[in-house]
């Protein structure tokens, strides 16, 4: 476990802030032979009265027995640790949808469009054609086998993040939410299944 000492006076360098108080320059590490700190939680605040944080070095072993053998633990190992922990933690790249995608999959043959058809026939009569074409143009709405509908999520660059595959009554237009039809399915999920997409593709 080692031998451990109230860091010795020599000038604001050896005073650093308190963990508990956050006062800076009140708090003393316990360090060992070669002045090594044990821990940056352990010591003692200068401010005894108003704040009396006192960690010990048997306290921090008796919490932390893995650390029992000498210079097990150290601030160069924290750091490395810290370090370690960065660089797991990097943010995952966006992952986008090829756009042929969204090209290939648009299509009036949805369940979805044959109710706008039916309804707006009712409006516009012979311009209804006209007018879902330009529907189909502007939100690039898609169409899979089974009649369902792919809305695309397209960002403001025009990258495809993915595509929302929903399925409706083409008779009242309600979306069908169970079933032996599913209800929900997202473009990433089924490329993903078909190792289109890297397993480890990420929706960010």
Known sequence: MGNYSLQKYKGTA??????????????????????V??????GRCNHESGCGYHYTPKEYFQEHPEHRTTNDFSFDRQRAEQKKVKQQSKPTAIGYIPPHYV??????RSNFFRFLFTLLTSYYGDKAKEVLK????????????DGSVI???????????TGKVMQYNPEDGHRIKGGQTSAVNWIHSILKKQRVLAEDWQLS
Do not use: M
Request: glycine share 6%; with cysteine.
């Open 14 to 35: 050896t005073r650093h802030t308190c963990p508990k108080c956050g006062d800076r320059h009140s708090f003393v590490y316990y360090v060992d032979e070669n002045n």
């Open 37 to 42: 700190p044990l821990h940056p939680s352990v």
């Open 103 to 108: 090209e290939k999959s648009q299509s009036e």
């Open 134 to 145: 330009r529907l189909l143009e502007e939100y690039r709405l898609g169409a899979t086998r």
């Open 151 to 161: 809305f695309w999520q397209i960002d403001r660059t025009g990258k495809v993040r």
